[in-house]
């Protein structure tokens, strides 16, 4: 009886494996598909604070996918390098991360080269999703060696100069809706204050975060600026414009009237803790209009308006870069390739709409703009000023043109930001930062 009852266990124990086996190879390979007690929990990493559109995000997918057997969960990372870091140590583990974001096209490239991007292509075509509704030359950024491991979901609002506008009304300065480098130089002059702990000042740069931050040299130059047209050495140390660029923030800095590079560092200063803080009249990097519109954490009440980067009192503009942002991937370790592959075709054509009111304008043609603008201007009619927010914020040029050299990105953007801490720390003058770093770049590029 013992050996009939042993035998019967066995027997039940491998019916229970081989239904097991057999559903999982009916889900495609993924376990806990519809219909099973156990959803599949499908991981998205960004950059943005859950409370900022994330988690509203994740809560429409779980509700609307409840039934179909898959959910969604957030987790935060800090983008910048520590932040990135974390990131990517994760995305070597089939478990952490399914679906992330990249904040720019080097991103992108970088983790391609270290196989921590899925190819797309298979799945657009299985599936046949409107891809065309991106914009065929925005996504093209992310098409390495005929593959496609991202692509964008935002327009790239926000490429301006954040104003308080209260300063700029009581000095009597306009807003300006055209600007040279000198002219905001002016500006900023006028707009420094006090000193010590009680000092305001007339910019500040966030070079902590972004080194190049107050570099707007391309728009004065052609994307992929940086390589020689044979692709075997570095053009760093041979356009003017970079250099009367890295000169201009050199300037405002020891002026005075912006941190300098050392202190924003040592000091840790942030945009919000500057900027919001009425400690500096202006800011870049519009990313933190979410916090303009949080007075509970960041408590305030004066307007934000928008204008223009400034550009060089010497050159002409001929390019307008960028255009678009958040640059979304699937983690080829993960174990929920179909859940995550649903999960980015709901965000990036419609659930999307939920980061708006956090400054983040969904790409995708198919969006209702008007949907799109309202939840974006909602509540914050008395913190940002309409008519800038219309016409500087929200616009996105035409005539966009987009970098297509990715040779040694990552290594060359290392050594490039090297060489401006070294000249904004002044080590070195900015023409012998750039031929240093035009010299160690060529070496890089002909290893």
């Known amino acids: 009886m013992h050996y009939l009852k042993s035998k019967i266990t066995v027997l039940l124990i491998a019916a229970m494996l081989l239904c097991s086996t057999a559903a999982v190879f009916a ?51 800090v983008n910048d390098d520590n932040g990135n870091l974390l990131l990517e140590t994760n995305l070597l583990s089939a478990d952490s991360v399914d679906v ?70 009581a000095a009597g300065i306009p807003v300006p809706t ?29 070079t902590g975060q972004f080194i190049d931050a107050p570099l707007f040299h391309f728009q004065n130059l052609l994307p992929d600026w940086q390589y020689a047209a044979d692709l075997k050495s570095t053009r760093y140390n041979q356009e003017p414009a970079v250099k009367e660029a890295i000169q201009f923030a050199v300037n405002v800095m020891n002026d005075g009237s912006a941190p300098t590079h050392a202190d924003t560092v040592t000091q840790k200063l942030t945009q919000e803790g500057m900027f919001l803080s009425g400690r500096a009249a202006m800011t870049f990097g519009a990313w933190i209009v979410r916090n303009v ?28 870069d960028g255009g678009v942002g958040d640059f979304i991937s699937i983690n080829p370790k993960s174990k929920n390739t179909d859940a995550a592959w649903e999960f ?17 304008i969904g790409l995708y043609a198919g969006l209702d703009q008007k949907v ?13 000023d309409p008519a800038t927010t219309q016409s500087i914020y929200f616009y996105v040029p035409q005539d966009i043109k987009y970098a297509k050299v990715t040779l040694k990105a990552p290594e060359l953007t290392q050594i490039w930001s090297e060489s401006l801490e070294a000249i904004y720390n002044g080590r070195m003058t900015v023409e012998a930062g750039m031929a240093d770093c035009e010299a160690r770049a060529n070496k890089v590029l002909v290893q």
Request: include cysteine; charged fraction near 20%; charge should be positive.
């Open 344 to 360: 980015v075709k709901w965000y990036t054509t419609k659930g999307i709409v939920d980061m708006a009111a956090g400054g983040r």
């Open 27 to 77: 889900s495609g390979g993924q376990s806990g598909s519809a219909g099973t007690a156990q959803p599949i929990t499908v991981k998205f990493w960004g950059g943005v604070p859950p409370e900022n559109g994330p988690q509203a995000v994740v809560d429409a997918f779980n509700a609307e996918f409840k039934g179909k057997g898959i959910q969604a969960e957030y987790t935060r990372f």
């Open 293 to 320: 519109k949080d007075t509970v954490n960041y408590p305030h009440n004066f307007v934000t308006a928008f204008a223009p980067y400034p550009v060089s009192d010497q050159y002409t503009v001929i390019n307008n």
């Open 178 to 206: 055209h600007w040279t480098y000198s002219e905001f130089r002016d500006i900023a002059k006028r707009l420094t204050s006090g000193s010590g702990a009680n000092k305001v000042y007339g910019a500040f740069f966030n």
């Open 100 to 169: 992330f974001m990249n904040y720019n096209t080097n991103q992108v490239s970088k983790r391609s080269d270290s196989g921590m991007t899925l190819d797309y292509l298979p799945l657009i075509a299985r599936d046949k999703f409107d891809i065309a509704g991106f914009g065929a030359e925005n996504v093209a950024q992310c098409n390495f060696n005929g593959k496609l491991y991202a692509f964008p979901t935002v327009k790239g609002v926000g490429r301006c100069t954040m104003i308080n506008k209260d300063m700029f009304d």
């Open 372 to 384: 799109l603008t309202d939840a974006f201007l909602a509540g914050s009619e008395k913190l940002l």
